[in-house]
């Protein structure tokens, strides 16, 4: 049993004429004649009966007829799948990202990507990278963007874009007397840091290192937040000094004079944001409008001016 027969025996019942049938399968009459022929053999049953004034559907070939009609749909169904999945830029891209990138690019990142890809559409989870990690592996996700390093089993990464880390300040702070902040100066100080299971904090504790817990020379009590945005409301209320991606600095609606922002001291700590995606995802041409998309918007430029 061949599609090619079941369409034969679909168009003979449509037209109840051998010779119209074969014209409308675009072959000649003695084909279709055989080809019906051989499928009511391969079944066993008679399909049609057949006169010299007629052809009539028998009532086991009504069935038949009926079902290889739905079969041919659905054929056809799966050709339209498999050309639609050939334009890359015509499904949905499930895309992860940690918790400090995400709100800060997604705002620039959507409407770039739309005027590039306007038939693909996001779905869009923010978690921590273990969890976009465990999601991506499973195929729960198409791409996650996250801060290198990052390092796994049948994954690409590719770098994004360079981000400096910013000191977010409360406006009367003596240190918005100076043009820049040296990684040493948050020793005595109070600094807000993100909770356990962000990469940031460790990338913060990393660039200051002197604010490690066990430190000798560490003299403040680190007050952990659940997000950049709860930091900067602390730091606003003065309760203390934090550090945030670039990206993150203007992301806000404080009055002017209520917040300050000031650059590190030279070299200045930065992170590298990168997007990471399986080896075998078949749609390499969304990865590259992704990169694309992310690449215009202004988290990855690295001016500042305070």
């Known amino acids: 049993m061949t599609l090619t027969e079941l369409r034969y025996i679909v168009a003979l019942a449509q037209t109840q004429h051998f010779g119209r049938a074969a014209e409308l399968c675009h072959i000649s009459q003695p084909t279709l004649s055989v080809g019906v022929k051989k499928l009511e053999e391969d079944l066993g049953v008679l399909i049609f009966e057949r006169s010299k004034s007629a052809v009539r559907v028998t009532p086991v070939g009504e069935a038949i007829v009926a079902q290889a009609q739905r079969v041919l749909e659905q054929a056809q169904s799966i050709r339209e799948l498999a050309q639609a999945g050939k334009n890359q ?40 990278t273990h969890v976009l990690r465990e999601k991506l592996r499973k195929g729960e996700l198409d791409v996650i963007i996250i801060a290198l390093p990052y390092q796994d089993t049948d994954v690409l990464t590719k770098a994004a874009y360079v981000e400096p880390f910013c000191v977010l300040l409360p406006g009367n702070h003596p240190w918005t007397q100076k043009d820049s902040i040296d990684h040493t100066m948050l020793n005595d100080k109070s600094l807000l840091l993100l909770g356990e299971g962000h990469c940031f904090r460790d990338q913060v504790l990393e660039a200051c290192p002197t604010t490690l817990q066990g430190n000798p020379d560490n003299r403040y009590t680190t007050v952990e937040a659940s997000s950049l945005e709860t930091i900067r409301h602390m730091v606003a209320s003065g309760l203390g000094v934090s550090v945030l991606p670039l990206s993150a600095v203007d992301n806000h609606r404080y009055a002017a004079g209520v917040i ?26 969304a990865i590259d409008v992704l990169m694309d998309a992310i690449q215009q918007c202004d988290a990855a430029q690295v001016h500042y001016e305070p």
Do not use: D
């Open 89 to 128: 830029l015509a499904a949905p891209l499930r895309v992860g990202a940690i918790y400090t990138v995400g709100p800060y690019l997604f705002p620039q990142m959507i409407p770039f990507l739309h005027r590039s890809a306007p038939e693909m559409p996001l779905y869009i989870e923010e978690n921590f």
């Open 260 to 285: 300050a922002v000031r650059p590190f001291t030279e070299p200045s700590p930065t992170r590298t944001v990168a997007i990471a995606w399986r080896a075998t995802f078949p749609r390499p041409k």
